[in-house]
Antibody
């Protein structure tokens, strides 16, 4: 069964850091491109970044530029999202998603999400 | 950035109704559009990609059409499990963007 699972969500104070992980199983992890997407409470989906198969962070949203770092370790089948200088507006559920083969970049598998609350 | 405008943002419909959701892009995205369904507390599920290709396992009552700047998602006969929020997404250029969502509720 192909799946992704995020972890690492927590309650943190503004200005602090947090690292999220996203593990994949049931498929050849190193062959795929992945994205991070978040969803603030009661709001829509916000794309954050793309991570290519080789770990290159090809693009990311302006809202997290300079604060969030995206990486992967193919030997561990894991993506990482390092979040620094957290703000209250970063409160959201964070999802990782896989790019499907032959789907013009659409996301065919999503993790269940991990919740991050930034609050003093 | 490419903006996606979904309409309506909310719709109330009955079982068996035909439902159409529109997604308009601020510039030509060819057919680089996907549709997702999201239920409360769950991750989105891919319904349609390349504007009109049904994802494997998705019921045939779902269909997508359009190209360029105007796209539609149609549910031919609404079923109980279809009450959810639907999002379009453009995959033409970075930053990728999503529409604001359409919440489909029971009338």
């Amino acid at each position: 069964q192909e799946h992704l699972v995020e972890s690492g969500g927590d309650v943190v104070q503004p200005g602090r850091s947090l690292r999220l992980s996203c593990g994949g199983a049931g498929f050849v992890f190193m062959s795929y491109t992945f994205h991070w997407v978040r969803q603030a409470p009661g709001k829509g989906l916000e794309w954050l970044a793309v991570i290519l198969y080789d770990g290159t962070n090809k693009a990311h949203a302006d809202s997290v530029k300079g604060r969030f770092t995206f990486s992967r370790d193919n030997s561990k089948n894991t993506l990482y999202l390092q979040m620094d200088s957290l703000r209250t507006e970063d409160t959201a559920v964070y999802y990782c998603a896989r790019v499907m083969v032959g789907g013009q970049g659409a996301f065919d598998i999503w993790g269940p999400g991990t919740k991050v609350i930034v609050s003093s | 950035d490419i903006q996606l405008t979904q309409s309506p943002s909310f719709l109330s419909a009955s079982l068996g109704d035909r439902v159409t959701i529109t997604c308009r892009a601020s510039q030509d995205i060819n057919n680089y559009l996907a549709w997702y369904q999201q239920k409360p507390g769950k991750a989105p599920d891919l319904l349609i990609y390349s504007a009109s290709t049904l994802q494997s396992g998705v019921p045939s009552r779902f269909s997508g059409s359009g190209s360029g700047t105007e796209f539609t998602l149609t549910i031919s006969s609404l079923q109980p499990e279809d009450f959810a929020t639907y999002y379009c997404q453009q995959l033409r250029s970075y930053p990728l963007t999503f529409g604001g969502g359409t919440k489909v509720e029971i009338k």
